[in-house]
């Protein structure tokens, strides 16, 4: 069993701050992490694993910047067997089309090295851009059939179909599906934490490089911020209220007398 | 420029065959940016018994609508109902797909749009419309809610975007005179079905909790401390007519229901008033709600972040204000 996670280093959105005055985000100081929804996807995996060590074997892949080989050693230090790093300054500006458009191309380069793959795991959406597209655009690219939102996988007797479980609006959904398949995980138990001799050994692993040379016959029409359909024309930081009327007294009866009289003005009630 | 004309918004159905709120919306919303450059607002629907649905979107905007129907449609499937989604879009080139931001919405739509190789903009809290070049500007979230941003999709068609349920409102009007329906029956071959649904646990609070619909939420966090103080948050929620909702830890926890779940992965709510309740206001959360009309926050730490999006808030102990915001509701209505 041959398991793919593909894997993204984002800010951690929960450290970024709005600047009030300026109306900007604040990024300075906000650390890099793998993103929540991908370290599901990877401990799924691992789970996979633990079961069967001998016979699963989990290849991490990013793309991105030089710098996200920090979180793809942190990947190999809880157990993924090997990392790539899909760079290159073509690749940039790449909207979720593109985005997974180069995936696929360099999924097929990996399989050359790896052999191919069974399984396709990606997180639900990155905490970055909220999309949670790359996943199924990704899988019509590979032309396999897609599982989204899960948060449990087994496999049966002869890894030829697994069981998902799904969280969707309307409850949990068992789906068989058969393999090869892409799936999507949306949340998972508890994550497990590198050892310190795994986080050692990792940081002297291989990173594997892929560049745009690598990808033989890419449509360069698919790529970067040239070949993404998508643009984006205007950001802007949201109304953050700072008239919000808000009630802090000492004395609670005092304090709910005002609050009451608040929302009474208000004609909330 | 492209010849691609009307805007097409996909209608997912209930069980029982009628129409998400969702779409319903996005009918309203297509009808206001088509009446000004005269063409169709045409409702898209698939299953295996539309009936129902297209005797609502009549009502609700559409000037016209495709019914792909058969058995095979009668459960969810991504490739199955990608192709029969595809097939039409070659057939009619429309301008804009519109797809509701659910579960299946957000599964569907990446399927459809990577086949179509055209851009597809997730999530969309407003929409904006260049009459001239007939082009969407699709306005949405990003950084968890931090940043807004506002996206075309100039040079592929049709554009797609997912729109958040509950930001637009249901609107009626008058029913075309030219209403048509289409039907369409499209085949998918059963070998070529590579998942089955072995069993639905279905939430049974996810039938009865309609929080997108909703008009008043009051939502519990772990502040609560133990399930059981859900009562005063129903209490409340009861006096008001409102809805319960919660954050996820209270979730996580087995206090309640994921159908109640108010965040970025649970749902995301616009109602005209939202009480939060010994909620913190993690910017996950906040995604799910920011965009209410009025808020709410009742906390007892007053750096909570849920203040730095309240309208009205109250620094003090949820165990003594619900209760008696409660009994004060009950009082001047007469309850
Ligand atoms: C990838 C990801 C996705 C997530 N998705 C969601 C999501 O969809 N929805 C969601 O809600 N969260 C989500 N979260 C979790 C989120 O980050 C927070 O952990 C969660 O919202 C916290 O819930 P809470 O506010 O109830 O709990 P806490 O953060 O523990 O807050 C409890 C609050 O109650 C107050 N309190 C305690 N006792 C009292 C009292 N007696 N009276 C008044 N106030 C009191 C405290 O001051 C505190 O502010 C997600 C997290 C991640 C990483
Ligand atoms: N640059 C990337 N490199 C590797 N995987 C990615 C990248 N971008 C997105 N993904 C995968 O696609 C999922 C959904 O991302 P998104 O559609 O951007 O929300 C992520 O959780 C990752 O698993």
């Known amino acids: 069993m041959n398991i793919l996670v593909c894997v993204k280093q984002v800010p951690d959105t929960t450290e970024i701050r709005i600047d009030p005055v300026k109306k900007t985000l604040i990024r300075d100081g906000v650390p890099s992490i793998l993103n929540t929804f991908d370290a599901f996807a990877l401990e799924q995996a691992l789970q996979l694993k633990d079961k069967n060590p001998a016979n699963v074997k989990i290849v991490v892949a990013s793309m991105g910047p030089k710098q996200a080989e920090t979180m793809l050693r942190d990947c190999l230090a809880v157990g993924a067997n090997s990392a790539y790093l899909i760079t290159d300054r073509k690749f940039g500006g790449s909207d979720t089309y593109a985005t997974s458009y180069i995936l696929s191309k360099a999924m097929k380069k990996i399989e050359e090295e790896e052999g191919s793959f069974d399984m396709i795991f990606c997180g639900k959406q990155a905490i970055d851009g909220d999309t949670a597209q790359v996943g199924p655009e990704l899988a019509e690219h590979l032309g396999l059939h897609q599982i989204t939102y899960a948060i449990n996988i087994t496999l049966n007797e002869d890894n030829t179909t697994a069981l998902i479980t799904r969280e ?56 970067g911020l040239k070949g993404s359909p998508t643009r984006v024309v205007k950001s802007f930081t949201p109304d953050v209220k700072t008239d919000g009327i808000i009630i802090r007294e000492d004395d609670p009866n005092e304090a709910f007398e005002k609050f009451a009289e608040e929302l009474e003005k208000a004609k909330l009630y | 420029m492209f010849e691609n004309k009307n805007f097409w918004v996909y209608i997912e159905t209930k069980e029982d065959g009628s129409a998400k709120n969702g779409g319903l919306e996005l009918l309203g919303q297509a009808r206001e940016m088509v009446d000004q450059v005269d063409e169709e607002v045409i409702a898209l629907i698939i299953g295996n018994n539309v009936d129902k649905a297209v005797e609502q979107v009549k009502k609700y905007g559409a000037t016209s609508a ?41 599964d569907l739509g990446p399927r459809v749009a990577g086949r179509l190789a055209t851009g597809l903009t997730a999530d969309c809290t407003s929409l904006g419309f260049e009459v001239d070049k007939k082009e969407v500007q699709w306005t949405r979230p990003a950084f968890g809610g931090n940043l807004m941003a506002t996206i075309i999709c100039a040079d592929h068609r049709p554009q797609m975007g997912t729109v958040r349920p509950g930001v637009f409102e ?70 008001l007519g409102g809805t319960v909702g919660s954050s996820r830890a209270a979730v996580d926890a087995g206090w309640i229901s994921h ?72 009082k001047k209505k007469n309850l």
């Open chain 2, 170 to 239: 249901r609107k009626e009007y008058e029913i075309s005179p030219n209403f048509e329906v289409i039907t369409k029956d499209i085949d998918f071959p059963q070998e070529k079905i590579l998942s089955r649904i072995v069993e639905v646990i279905v939430d049974e609070d996810a039938d009865n909790v309609d929080l997108e619909g909703a008009e008043i939420i009051v939502s519990g966090g772990r502040g609560l401390g133990k399930p059981e103080n859900f009562k005063l948050i129903e209490e409340l929620a009861e006096v």
């Open chain 2, 66 to 106: 495709i019914a792909v129907t058969g058995d095979v449609y009668s459960e969810y499937n991504t490739d199955v109902y990608a192709n029969a989604v595809v097939e039409n879009v070659k057939e009619y080139q429309p301008n804009v797909i519109l797809i509701s931001a659910t579960s299946l919405g957000r």
């Open chain 1, 168 to 223: 969707v609006d309307e409850g949990k959904i068992v789906v068989e599906a058969r393999i090869p398949v892409l799936v999507t995980f949306t949340k998972t138990d508890d994550l497990r934490f590198a050892s310190i001799m795994n986080k050692m050994k990792s940081k002297k692993a291989e990173i594997k490089e892929i560049n745009y040379e690598d990808l033989e016959g890419i449509d360069d029409t698919k790529i």
């Open chain 2, 259 to 330: 159908a109640h779940q108010v965040g970025q992965t649970g749902k995301t709510v616009g109602p005209k008033l939202y009480i939060a309740c010994g909620i913190s206001g993690q910017i996950q959360h906040l995604a799910g709600m920011s965009g209410s009309d009025v808020i709410i926050a009742i906390n007892k730490d007053e750096n909570a972040p849920i203040f730095t999006v309240a309208d009205y808030g109250i620094v003090g102990d949820l165990f003594t204000v619900v209760p008696k915001l409660t009994e004060r509701i009950k």
